[in-house]
């Protein structure tokens, strides 16, 4: 999930401050508290109510504008995943099979879209030739039509002769 960065309310001049400083840190470190838990929330297993912790976990947090002294950049992350991990043991196991199920799962769909998309491939084809073959069909029940029509003229042609002959 993306965080929203706090400092869009507050002015250049606070940040310069010192106290302003320190209101920014606390202010970030809440938020950045508050992320997580967002994110363990949306990531929990309710089947072991375990924390599901992910390859990702560490590229989506906030990053801080602060500079380089904050502890974020410092590495100030190690410790909630370290605690994170103690709380939960077996959840990096549980993690990494769930995660080849869902890569299994998704090989899985990718390979049925395939045969999904194939079959949808061979119908437009199929329904192409069929118009064709309507198309060819149409044209000659056409010709059959004239041909039909010539010929009910020429019975009546010949009808009105032998009609006259045997008179």
């Known amino acids: ?15 310069d401050d010192d106290d ?5 840190r606390r ?6 508290q508050a992320n997580t838990f967002q994110n363990e929330a949306m990531i929990a297993d309710p089947a072991t ?18 500079g380089p002294g904050s502890e974020e950049e410092a590495g100030g992350n190690s410790r909630q995943r370290h605690n994170r991990h103690g709380r939960d043991g077996g959840a990096a196991a549980s993690l990494e099979k769930r995660l080849e199920e869902l890569e299994k799962e998704l090989a899985r769909e990718r390979q049925e879209n395939v045969r999904l998309l194939k079959a949808h491939q061979d119908k437009d084809d ?6 064709e073959e309507i ?7 056409d010709d059959i039509e004239d041909e039909n029509e010539q010929l009910k003229q020429e019975n ?7 009609g006259q002959l045997t008179r």
């Not at 302003?20 to 920014?24: L, R």
């Not at 202010?27 to 950045?32: Q, Y």
């Not at 390859?55 to 906030?62: A, D, E, L, M, T």
């Not at 198309?135 to 029940?141: I, P």
Request: charged share 35%; with cysteine.
């Open 126 to 131: 199929l329904i192409g030739k069929l118009k």
């Open 49 to 66: 109510g375990h924390i599901m912790d992910t390859p990702r976990s560490g590229s989506g947090r906030h990053k801080s504008s602060a």
């Open 27 to 32: 202010e970030e470190e809440e938020l950045v």
């Open 20 to 24: 302003a400083g320190e209101k920014n």
């Open 1 to 15: 999930m993306k965080s929203v960065c706090c400092d869009e309310w507050q002015s250049l001049d606070e940040l």
């Open 156 to 162: 009546k042609t010949l009808l009105k002769v032998v």
């Open 135 to 141: 198309d060819l069909l149409n044209r000659d029940l």
